[in-house]
């Protein structure tokens, strides 16, 4: 599908479409309005069983308001048709959406009023760049923007993610970790605050690996995490622990090579699953593989599995 709005080079305003987003949408929405602008998302602290999703759509400059609305209009109604249908595939309502004209310079840092410092796990604090922190002994801080890749830890599944990454460095040495579809690098950095030696990040969006780089130099660790855009199928070698945090057919499609991947005895972190018939097929896929249930965490509807290859 291409982009409503194509030509992001051109001056003029940009059209903020905003919709709430129910938790189990959340991560396919944020995937079709991401598609649908073109541009970067923005996505409000999880409450009240949703978020607020937005989008970014660039105008063509006119001189014209009349020109200007109409331009606007047309972007609402395409943007809306489409998530209309998204909404349709899960039974939900969409909402009517909400709209804000903004300038040129005001488009790219109007998300930034919901990345705030936080604890993503005890001991381990996410900050943006332009906020100060000071961390209390024994915290770990990561410095993160997330650009134009999704992911700033503040989803329930990336905190489940990052707890079974502490328990799995904890329970076993780990010398090598994948993180398959790194985005902003906040699992592969994780990884590496709590003592793995390398990792390797892959993701097949370029704008997530141009972001993921800058992060992990952001935090000097580049010297223990190479970021790639190596398909999955490519990717030579076996780890000790293996992290994928994406969504339930994609996590089933990719079950063979993330089984190659994972080392015999190895450790598997499977996240961004929904609860209930979601977990429980993937628990499936994954047991007729070879793989044991080690641990799972809960949050809100959403599941985070660890499970362990067995030895052969």
């Given at each position: ?286 047991r007729d593989l070879g793989f044991a249930l080690v641990n799972k965490l809960y949050e809100q509807e959403w599941v985070a599995l660890l499970l362990e290859k067995k030895l052969v």
């Amino acid at each position: 599908m291409e982009p409503l709005i194509v030509d992001n080079s051109a001056g003029g305003q940009w059209l903020k479409v905003t919709v709430f987003c129910p938790s189990s949408l959340l991560e396919p929405a944020s995937d079709l309005m991401s598609v649908l602008s073109g541009s970067g998302v923005e996505l409000s602290p999880e409450e009240n069983g949703g978020a607020f999703l937005s989008g970014f759509f660039r105008l063509e400059d006119s001189d014209d308001p009349r020109t200007q609305q109409n331009l606007a209009d047309q972007t609402l109604a395409a943007c809306s048709h489409e998530m209309t249908k998204l909404f349709a595939l899960y039974n939900c309502p969409l909402g009517q959406p909400e709209t804000t004209l903004l300038a040129d310079q005001d488009w790219a840092t109007s998300w930034q009023q919901y990345f705030k410092p936080f604890e993503m796990i005890p001991g381990l604090v996410i900050k943006p760049s332009w906020e100060m922190y000071q961390p209390t002994p024994g915290q770990y801080v990561l410095e993160m923007d997330p650009g134009m890749a999704f992911g700033t830890g503040q989803h329930a599944s990336t905190r489940m993610a990052s707890a079974l990454i502490r328990q799995s460095l904890q329970d076993c040495a780990v010398g090598q970790v994948l993180d398959v579809g790194t985005g902003t690098a906040v699992l592969a950095m994780t990884a590496a605050r709590l003592g793995a030696d390398r990792i390797l990040a892959t993701d097949n969006d370029p704008d997530a690996t141009t972001v993921a780089r800058a992060n992990i130099a952001r935090n000097t660790l580049d010297d223990r995490i190479e970021v790639v855009d190596t398909p999955v199928a490519a990717i030579v070698g076996a780890y000790q622990l293996v992290c994928a945090n994406i969504v339930h057919d994609v996590l089933v499609e990719m079950a063979p090579e993330l089984t190659r991947l994972t080392d015999n005895g190895g450790r598997l972190i499977l996240a961004g699953l929904l609860a209930g018939d979601q977990e429980q097929h993937v628990i499936a896929v994954y047991r007729d593989l070879g793989f044991a249930l080690v641990n799972k965490l809960y949050e809100q509807e959403w599941v985070a599995l660890l499970l362990e290859k067995k030895l052969v």
